[in-house]
């Protein structure tokens, strides 16, 4: 992806194009960069009494290409796209700014086909300074021989766990794929046909759509002169979003078409879509995580016994649809009502995706034995930030006692259609 990296810094540096020039930051839901939210405090995570002794970790992969038929959309409508904007502006049709159109104006297509759900530079030190920072905080603690590393088919996943890896030992640990863990949703029939393929999951979404893309088109005209449709205006907001995330959260100038209401409003649209297809609202999402479940309360059990592991840190390389609907069943981030189209903007809602659930999202459990306690404690981070669990439990034994139902779901009754 080196071309990629290379052609849009260059440009965005050599037009002088400023990247904070909006009066707010914009995110972009679960596109967004993990620049924006990665923990830089590398100071040792643990009360000082306590020593860890596993470490279990759910990963989701860094910026990527989106797929195949995202990009061909790409190829065959933003260069007409762009040359309606620099036309409009030339015409004297236009309120876009000088160095924004300087930049539409060199820009090409900074992928091709064959780049599609691949993992980015950015994507990769996403997640190589993240282990990286992982080491700096627990040190002699991770052991190469005694880590096991599982990623789904896909070969962002792979690639992101070997960034990760090489960050935390210096070179990469080997891998295995595990997609009955990191994709458990391919295993569930029950959740593809009533959840994922279901068009009611996105009555909201679709609902809150009708409400605010005539105006979102309407801004957009009134800034560019250009008349688009609603496909054609998600086409210009991918870019603006994907290209932000290859360059390190710096803001792509092709964002600058929006205003802050259009920017708000495209991103509580996925947020609702993500909401409804990975998270609380339907049983059969978070009871489809049972796998992931059995591999984390298995381990903690045999920790708790005080049975040898033969892993001391074991990670799980994989998407957003497995990180979201995990990160549901612990709990976190649960509105008091179900979050629909009517709540807009929501200002204050827990679920803010570009928060919670953005590239290389990470989820972290540590174990510790701590001096003058005889009960193990667990302790969670989310970002690399420790969280607490809703319940306030602390110790190892209430962990598996308050979850471990999760990893006793019968897998294939529950996915049955």
């Excluded at 009611?200 to 759509?209: A, P, S, V």
């Excluded at 929006?258 to 909401?275: I, M, T």
């Excluded at 609907?325 to 612990?330: E, H, N, Q």
């Excluded at 193990?376 to 139902?405: A, M, R, T």
Aim: aromatic share 14%; charged share 25%.
């Amino acid at each position: 992806m080196e071309k990629l990296v290379v052609t849009v810094f260059a440009l965005i540096s050599c037009l002088g194009i400023s990247t904070a020039s909006k009066a707010f930051s914009p995110t972009f839901a679960t596109r967004t960069s993990y620049f924006l939210n990665g923990n830089q405090d590398t100071s040792y995570p643990l009360p000082a009494e306590c020593k860890p002794v596993f470490l279990w970790g759910l990963v989701r992969h860094g910026a990527r290409v989106p797929n195949e038929d995202d990009v061909q959309d790409w190829i065959d409508n933003l260069p007409s796209i762009r040359e309606q904007i620099l036309e409009q502006w030339a015409n004297g049709n236009s309120l876009v700014d000088e160095p924004t159109i300087e930049y539409i104006d060199l820009w090409s297509m900074p992928v091709g086909l064959e780049d599609s759900e691949q993992l980015t530079d950015a994507g990769w030190d996403e997640h190589q300074t993240m282990g990286q920072r992982w080491r700096d905080r627990l040190g002699d603690f991770f052991d190469y021989s005694k880590t096991e590393v599982r990623c789904s088919h896909k070969q962002r996943c792979i690639d992101s766990g070997r960034a990760y890896t090489s960050g935390l030992f210096g070179s990469e640990a080997s891998y295995y794929v595990d997609d009955y863990i990191a994709r458990f949703y391919d295993f569930c029939p029950k959740f593809i046909q009533e959840v994922d393929k279901n068009d009611n999951t996105y009555i909201e979404e679709d609902k809150f759509e009708d409400m605010v893309f005539d105006t979102i088109k309407a801004d957009f005209t009134e800034l560019t002169g250009v008349e688009l449709s609603k496909k054609e205006i998600r086409y210009v907001w991918a870019i603006c979003r994907y290209e932000t995330a290859w360059n390190y959260a710096n803001l792509s100038p092709w964002c600058n078409l929006f205003n802050e209401f259009s920017l708000k409003a495209l991103e509580f649209r996925e947020d609702l879509g993500y909401y409804y297809s990975m998270s609380y609202p339907f049983d059969i999402t978070l009871d489809a995580t049972q796998p992931v479940w059995h591999d984390l309360i298995s381990r903690m059990k045999d920790v708790e016994s005080g049975a040898a592991v033969d892993n001391s840190t074991v990670f799980i390389f994989s998407h957003s649809s497995a990180a979201n609907p995990f990160m549901s069943t612990l709990g976190l981030y649960r509105d008091p009502e179900i979050l629909t189209a009517a709540d807009w903007p929501a200002e204050d809602r827990l679920w803010k995706s570009a928060q919670i659930g953005s590239f290389a999202t990470s989820f972290v459990l540590i174990v510790g034995d701590c001096d003058g306690d005889n009960r193990k404690k667990v302790f969670l981070f989310h970002q690399e930030k420790q969280v607490q669990f809703p319940s306030e439990l602390e110790y190892l034994d209430q962990f598996i006692e308050e979850y471990g139902f999760r990893a006793d779901i019968d897998f294939d009754s529950i996915c049955a259609v």
